[in-house]
């Protein structure tokens, strides 16, 4: 098993949706998430961290299930600039950081 | 299916000894890219090609060489692997030129040196 799985999509939703992400993780013991964005030819950014009593960012809602081992990512009204690939990372101690291979999400008119 | 294939998946080598990943997609993407993860610095950039024939380092290119013959394919070649290669490679893809479009990544590809 992965210790970091996405759906890789694509989500095709169209302006104004509302579409949800999610990602699992295998460890037990990891200890905080995140979401990075990457857009093509560029570097991942952080999105957003993920805290255990949930989190939100304007249009973005990040939530944490520790006994189910997942997270996921809500984002409402989409826009056609939130077209990226979107990364679930997961900190297992301070220096073990494990990336997932993404999830596209595709915004369209 | 539209996809990334990466090979091999896992790989364990001695030092000095050559080795290729390839890496290969079906959606005639111009751009293709190689990373690498590390624990505690994130996805870093190792290169890059824009089109065929077209290759640039990017932000960890030493120890490492790429070829761009067809757009297909973007093997990443250790011509002299050392143990701090050890790591998690992912090839990636996009089209160019489209704003809207977003990046495929491979599988990855865990490498171990020893």
């Known amino acids: 098993r992965k210790e970091v799985e996405q759906d890789p999509g694509p989500f095709n939703v169209p302006e104004g949706a509302t579409v949800a992400f999610n990602c699992t993780y295998s460890?037990?013991?990891?200890?905080?998430f995140f979401w990075y964005r990457q857009d093509c030819r560029k570097e991942p950014k952080l999105l957003m961290s993920?805290?255990?009593s949930g989190n939100e960012d304007g249009r973005f809602t990040a939530q944490l299930n520790r006994a189910s081992q997942y997270i996921s990512l809500l984002i409402r009204d989409s826009k056609l600039s939130d077209s990226a690939t979107y990364l679930c990372?997961?900190?297992?101690?301070?220096?073990?950081?494990?990336f997932g291979t993404g999830t596209r999400l595709q915004v369209f008119p | 299916e539209a996809q990334v294939t990466q090979n091999p998946r896992y790989l364990i080598t001695v030092t000095g000894k050559k080795l290729t990943v390839t890496c290969s997609q079906n959606?005639?993407?111009?751009?293709m890219s190689w990373y690498r993860q590390d624990p505690g610095l994130g996805l870093r950039q190792i290169y890059y090609?824009?089109?065929?024939?077209?290759?640039d380092k990017g932000d960890v290119p030493e120890g490492y060489k790429v070829s761009r013959k067809e757009k297909r394919n973007f093997p990443l070649i250790l011509e002299s692997p050392s143990p701090n290669q050890t790591s998690l490679y992912f090839c990636?893809?996009?089209?160019?030129?489209?704003?809207?479009?977003?990046?495929?990544f491979g599988p990855g590809t865990r490498l171990l040196v020893l």
């Open positions: 990372v997961v900190n297992y101690n301070t220096d073990k950081l494990i």
């Open positions: 460890n037990s013991a990891s200890q905080s």
């Open positions: 993920v805290y255990s």
């Open positions: 959606m005639n993407h111009e751009y």
């Open positions: 990636a893809s996009c089209p160019v030129g489209d704003p809207q479009e977003t990046q495929y």
């Open positions: 090609s824009m089109n065929v024939e077209v290759t």
